[in-house]
């Protein structure tokens, strides 16, 4: 019998449009996630979905065929200080968050997120 991948889904927000989509991350190896997959959704229906009710830790990395944000297609995310996701064009040395306001200098790497599981 084969096994099911270890898949969850991370709720982030385009800097840009500010509308909501998903991110599909696929567990590969211990403690390691690939980004291979992003989706618009409503936000209400990602709550419904309880997208937001898990947490993972790790390294974080993107597949090359992960198609970026569908609204501005950047290919990368950042975190913002109130623990929620943006997507990021891998340049920009500040960002201001689409959930919070708030802007800060992009730094470090993400070492946690918070996710859902994937049906």
Known sequence: MSQHPKVVIVIARCRHSHQTFGIRFEAKQSNTWIADWAFAIKEVAAKREGY???KIE???????AYPGCPNCHATGIFKCPCSKVACWDGESGRVTCPWCR????????????RVGRDR
């Open 52 to 54: 937001d009710r898990g």
């Open 58 to 64: 790790g390294n974080f990395h993107f597949d090359a």
């Open 102 to 113: 708030s802007t800060s200098q992009i730094s470090g790497q993400i070492e946690s997120l």
